[in-house]
């Protein structure tokens, strides 16, 4: 539902992206990995157009993207992106939050928005947080309010970019279960991440990058389970503790 | 210093009304209360203009907000004085004159103050916001502004204590307000320079250092609350 | 609606304006050499934080930026005159009083801005710059001329250009005494010609262009110093 081909991408005169292809299946999860600068954020921002594209082309169910035709507000209504800094809205309620774009957007009566809102809030874990404002939640709790905010638009792919790379440690792992529950429902999902462990028990496949090239694209085992390529085999060992 | 007060008060506070147009101090708060609440939604165009994606809109805010900035505010005065009659068709009290003045000058550098307020806000609000779906113009409306206006308000509060101390230099082409009748007392005593002038600077104090002083209370207050939100 | 700029290029106009002119840029300097002077005073005692020092400079820092330039003026001409001792008065009275009060007046309100200016700058200087000078061995006087001062006045330049812009422009604020300067001899010609439009234009012109020159020069030394910053 999602093919990219040859996408290329330059900062000014650096090239970030070279000649980026590949395919994402509906319910499939994906993990774009590697080193720091290896361009795996910038690859993600292009698919909802946060970052545009230098050549190449990118097409979500069919449709170029980049196409004038395309009205890029509504594509972004469905995709839905997780920040690593949440930006979640500070003058806002949690639930305030969450129903914003359903209903200015979708022009969803507050009430149904509301009811849905606090369906995702439970099954994020959250519930009787509703009514509380972002200042006052932890960066777990935060960012599990990020992800509900996202999935109210009914988005057919959740892109995550680094979810848990700005959180504490202890709160890691209550953002990477409400993203295993979601890939169980049989979400699309995108993940750029360093949390390997979650890569290798939830993703299909992984996309992994090395300044701005993808080295390897296949299954997650063929990636954990062996493969020969010295680059992969370094970056896995770094990993472990 | 006490006996003018006790002499001179109602003249000093509300000027020659009811025979006259009200001035004194009321005088000087009136233009300056108009002000600020005639310049905000200019100055508000004029933020967003400066950081508008066009440049039909960029160019034309950039060159009014220079202009404005770099040039004197007496001569914004006299511009007024001269202008605003010729396009009304017919004469028009300084009050008025000094009305336009003061919007026109002070809405430049309260655009200034939210274009900051504007770009202080983190990158990552108005990212969030296009990425839920909403456009440029609906993210400025719903998420950015209000939290931009916010953090600004105590620059605003700042940028009114610079605008009341501006409508002082009304006395130049006759506005009745707290200066002038300062000068009128001083024109009817002659021998009390000292007392007079001395009551027109320590009540200027008093106003403008509560505002600012709330200003900073304000200043405080905000950073508190930001400092929450973003950590 | 025609505009005619013969009117006032011909004639004793533009010799008028240029006295204005000259004027205006004695009284900016004179005030800003006071005010600058005044600033660097003010800073230095607050620096020694004795209490009731430091508490007397805050409250003339916050008075002088409290009261309206044109009252301080006011006041200045019209009432300190007569507190002054009676033979400084007459001398001044005696050269040019409107100028020097002015002056006097824009110099010690200004010095109340840009005396913050420099607390600022100074201030924005972490401590662990001066300890990382110790550290290595200079004194404090040292410290503070190759390690402190240096970065410190960086930070002070873009707000300093920037009052100084502000004394600039409020030169114009002396006319309400009758200080022939730049936007007197304004008014002088458009009452002389009544060629409005023409002479005001000129007159905003030449503001404007003193005011780019600032503004420019803010600019272009805040690129200099990046560039030597980030080594490019």
Redesign the interface.
């Known amino acids: 539902m999602i093919e990219l081909s040859h996408v290329d991408k330059f900062f000014g005169s650096v090239q970030v992206l070279h000649d980026i292809s590949g395919r994402v299946n509906k319910g499939e999860v994906v993990v774009l990995c590697g080193p720091s600068g290896s361009g795996k954020s910038t690859l993600i921002r292009t698919i909802?157009r946060?970052e545009g594209i230098s050549g190449g082309q990118i097409k979500v169910n069919g449709q170029d993207i980049h196409d004038a035709s395309v009205n890029v507000?509504?594509?972004?209504?469905r995709?839905?992106?997780v920040?690593q800094?949440f930006?979640?809205?500070?003058?806002l309620s949690v639930i305030d939050n969450i129903t914003?774009?359903p209903r200015?957007?979708r022009k969803i009566p507050r009430d149904a928005a509301e009811h849905r809102a606090m369906e995702l809030l439970e099954r994020v874990g959250l519930g009787e947080k509703a009514r509380v404002f972002?200042?006052q939640l932890s960066g777990g709790q935060s960012q599990r309010v990020?992800i509900a905010?996202?999935l109210a638009?009914d988005p057919e792919v959740m892109l995550f970019d680094e979810p848990t790379s700005a959180l504490d440690p202890e709160m890691v792992n209550e953002v990477l279960a409400v993203m295993t529950d979601l890939a169980a429902s049989d979400m699309t999902m995108i993940c750029v991440t360093h949390e390997m462990g979650f890569a290798q028990r939830v993703a299909d496949t992984v996309w992994f990058l090395i300044d701005g090239r993808i080295v390897y694209q296949g299954s997650e085992v063929g990636f954990f389970g062996g493969c020969d390529d010295p680059r992969v085999k370094r970056f896995l060992n770094q990993l472990q503790p | 210093m006490i006996e003018i007060i006790r002499e001179y008060w109602l003249l000093l506070l509300i000027g020659q009304y009811p025979h006259g147009p009200l001035g004194g101090l009321a005088g000087t708060m009136i233009l300056a209360l108009l002000c600020l609440v005639l310049a905000f939604p200019v100055s508000l165009m004029l933020a967003l203009g400066r950081l508008s994606a066009h440049r039909l809109f960029r160019g034309p805010a950039m060159v009014i907000s220079y202009v404005m900035r770099g040039t004197p505010f007496i001569m914004v005065i006299f511009w007024s004085y001269y202008i605003v009659p010729l396009i009304i068709g017919r004469p028009v009290s300084a009050f008025w004159v000094m009305v336009v003045a003061l919007v026109l000058y002070e809405s430049a550098y309260l655009g200034e103050v939210i274009r900051a307020g504007i770009v202080a806000l983190p990158r990552g609000q108005s990212e969030a916001a296009q990425a839920l779906g909403f456009s440029r113009g609906r993210t400025m409306r719903l998420i950015v502004l209000p939290q931009a206006l916010f953090n600004a308000f105590p620059a605003i509060v700042s940028q009114f204590v610079s605008i009341i101390k501006e409508t002082s230099l009304g006395v130049v082409i006759g506005v009745h307000e707290f200066t002038y009748a300062a000068n009128q007392v001083n024109g009817i005593e002659l021998v009390k320079p000292v007392a007079v002038y001395s009551i027109l600077a320590i009540t200027f104090f008093i106003l403008c250092f509560s505002f600012t002083s709330a200003a900073r209370w304000l200043e405080a207050r905000v950073t508190a609350q930001r400092t929450e939100q973003l950590a | 609606m025609h505009f005619d700029f013969s009117r006032i290029l011909q004639g004793p106009y533009i010799s008028w304006l240029l006295d204005g002119l000259q004027v205006s840029l004695l009284l900016f300097g004179f005030a800003w050499v006071i005010a600058f002077s005044l600033a660097v005073v003010l800073t230095l005692v607050r620096l020694t934080e004795i209490r009731p020092l430091v508490f007397l400079v805050a409250a003339y820092v916050e008075i002088g930026r409290s009261v309206p330039l044109l009252i301080q003026v006011f006041f200045w001409y019209f009432a300190a005159s007569s507190l002054l001792p009676h033979a400084v008065d007459r001398a001044i009275t005696r050269i040019d009083p409107e100028f020097i009060y002015a002056g006097i007046a824009f110099g010690l309100g200004m010095a109340a801005y840009l005396s913050e200016v420099l607390r600022s700058g100074i201030r924005s200087i972490p401590h662990t710059q001066i300890e990382a000078g110790r550290a290595l061995g200079f004194g404090w006087l040292a410290t503070m001329r190759l390690v402190v001062l240096p970065q410190a006045f960086r930070a002070t330049v873009p707000p300093l250009l920037n009052y100084t812009l502000m004394l600039f422009k409020n030169t114009s604020v002396a006319l309400a005494i009758g200080v022939k300067e730049l936007t007197y001899q304004t008014r002088l010609i458009e009452n002389t010609t009544f060629a409005t439009f023409e002479i005001f234009a000129l007159t905003t012109l030449i503001y404007l262009t003193g005011s780019l020159l600032l503004t420019v020069t803010g600019e272009l030394l805040e690129r200099h110093w990046n560039r030597q910053v980030s080594g490019t």
Do not use: E, I, V, Y
């Open positions: 909802n946060l507000d509504a594509l972004r209504m995709t839905g992106f920040f800094q930006n979640l809205f500070p003058h914003l774009a200015k957007l972002p200042g990020a905010r996202s638009m």
